[in-house]
């Protein structure tokens, strides 16, 4: 393997990432909480232009370097034969299709913001982003299962629930570029609404990442002792443990920082007894430390994130998989125990992949639901709508 290869599939994963996770976030969660407040979206706006058409120039770059950097053309005569006769040359013009129509969104919003909304250019990245997505699956998938398909389908949702959870952690860790620079003292409640917003997108995102993650372990490490005794098992394991650390971050993001900065601003009074009982025996967080609070617990989520999928790399590129290197002992043996005992350990992980897919589903219905209270409550109002109701003005 070329040193380049690893590098470059780093490169077009984080983009891929970045691409599928940034677009929903900022249309769900900033841009609505930035109107819904008056203030100003120029900032946001402009970084959110500069930033995709940067990571989109990335993606085309990485993927052209990793994949007809590795095409064997010339055993077909041609470039253009390669591109258009070969499942990975297809792939590979399939993936710059979507690039360039994700980018010309992007110069069209840049150039005619009045003709491309901003709902069709964000869409169009997404689904540009899927495409390439699909596209970098369908010649990158396991071989752990015979059907091809299923192998691509599984990989393209568990990289995608991923994707929605980093990206939209990189938005927010970038919080203070997107917001204006005099916020009109409303800074504590900005934040506690985005992140009420993109819980919802970021629990969605883990569930589907953790399910299908599941499968795929089962997959590729036959047996629980593999996780511990092949290379492949080891460095998972220490990615799932990374993971696991990232999801307690950003529980304690979503529990306790954003609780302490409910209680200075008085917005907690239905707050759940648990965190309320956190938040009480520790200093509130000031209205004006709300964001650079947030910001540097969610940039530590992410880079712990950032680090994971470093590991994901290395596992899909460096290192071979548990159940190739275990294979030829269980073709060998015909003992019984030995077939139950991979029964068994697929069978758990399984298991595991339906509780963590009820799981999500349950805590995605109460963000939803908590977000709606929330919303319509009279704390959940901003200082303009309570004045333009007749209520009290909590300036």
Known sequence: MEPWNPVARGILVTTLVLLIGVPPTLSFVVFPELER?????????????????????GAGLAGTVL?????????????????GSTVTGRAWAAFI??????GAATAGRHVFPDTVSRRAWLGTVLVGALAMLIAFCWTRYSTAVETPTVAILVKVVHMGGGAIWIGGLAVLAALPTLMPDDPDGDQARFVLSTVRRFSII??????????TGIVIVAWHVPTLTALATTPYGVLLSVKVGLVLIAAVVGGFNRFVLHERIAFSVRESADAAVLPGMLTAVSPRIAATDAVSTVTRSVRLE??????????????????TPSYELLKPAVAASSEIVRGAEFTRFATLLELGAIGVGLTGSLA???????????????????????REEGGPSRE
Do not use: C
């Open 37 to 57: 407040r008056g203030l100003s979206t120029e900032r946001a706006h402009r970084t959110a232009l500069s930033a995709i058409g940067a990571t989109l120039i």
């Open 67 to 83: 994949t007809v950097g590795n095409g064997q053309w010339s055993d077909v005569g041609s470039f253009v034969t390669w591109a």
């Open 97 to 102: 299709v979507a690039v360039a129509v994700a």
């Open 202 to 211: 970021a629990v969605t995102g883990v569930t589907v990442a953790f399910a």
């Open 302 to 319: 992410l880079a712990v994130l950032a680090l994971a999928l470093a590991l994901s790399v290395a596992l899909t590129t460096a290192v």
């Open 364 to 386: 995605v219905g109460y963000e939803a639901g908590k977000f709606g209270v929330d919303r319509e409550s009279p704390a959940g109002r901003t200082s303009q709508q309570a």
